[in-house]
């Protein structure tokens, strides 16, 4: 059953059509008659909460007074942005907003849980590390082939010496393959057990002492936001990497 009120809508509005869709492209989902979760539904109340901050963020600026929000805003920005500078480099700014965004909403996914406890936190749901996981994947081997062409960005997985291809190019694609589990696993196992941690100790000591793990959640939060951030940046940079 819907625990969320927001997700009840969107099964009563949406799931109908939305199941025809997914059994038409070959997918049947475990039910049917409610094809959407409180998970998704998170994520969803995240991304809308991310549009509206950056559509309150760009009607309220101005130079002379800026707002808290703005001020909260120019600090991300310039956070990210130095980040980019250091690892992308030149020309950084035009991944700027995706690594940013990709930052906020993971942390902020991390964060539902240990704002409202009774909410399961998304990132501890396999499917949701995954398909961020996997967005990043496409956007930067786009980058990568957009920047260099699909000739130059092959070349890449061929290593620099001729006679090693045939044995560097499959173990390349193999690498890059495993980024998607690497970035699942690392973020979902993460807060998975911080999740399970935070809540051993609630149902143990409900007083007091897990205000701690509160503070622990908190920081791996905030670790694995970062971390997948700067993953994101690592593989954009060597994407778009010439070499000379």
């Not at 130095?82 to 906020?104: D, P």
């Not at 994947?137 to 960005?153: A, K, L, M, T």
């Not at 006679?163 to 393959?177: G, K, R, Y």
């Not at 809540?199 to 997948?228: D, N, R």
Request: aromatic share 12%.
């Amino acid at each position: 059953m819907d625990k969320l009120a927001i997700t009840h809508f969107l099964n009563s509005a949406f799931g109908g059509p939305v199941t025809h869709v997914l059994q038409a492209v070959g997918y049947r989902p475990l039910n049917p008659g409610a094809p959407f979760d409180d998970t998704f539904a998170l994520e969803l109340l995240v991304a809308a909460g991310l549009i509206l901050f950056f559509i309150v963020v760009r009607l309220s600026l101005s130079v002379e007074k800026p707002n808290p929000v703005q001020q909260v805003a120019e600090i991300i920005h310039e956070f990210t942005g130095n980040q980019s500078e250091q690892i992308i480099g030149h020309g950084y700014e035009r991944f700027q907003a995706f690594v940013t965004c990709i930052a906020l909403f993971v942390l902020l996914n991390n964060c539902i849980g240990l704002l409202f406890p009774t909410l399961i936190t998304p990132t501890s749901r396999p499917v949701v590390p995954l398909g961020i996981a996997v967005l990043t994947f496409i956007y930067y081997n786009f980058h990568g082939v957009r920047e260099q062409g699909p000739i130059g960005y092959l070349k890449h997985f061929a290593g620099p010496l001729w006679w090693l291809a045939p044995l560097m190019f499959p173990i390349e694609v193999v690498s890059h393959l495993a980024r998607i589990m690497s970035l699942t696993i690392r973020l979902f196992a993460n807060m998975l057990a911080s999740d399970l941690i935070t809540v051993v100790f609630f149902s143990m000591i409900p007083i007091a002492v897990p205000a701690l793990f509160l503070g622990l959640h908190f920081a791996v939060s905030l670790i694995q936001a970062y971390v997948f951030m700067l993953l994101a940046m690592i593989y954009l940079s060597q994407a778009v990497a010439h070499d000379h």
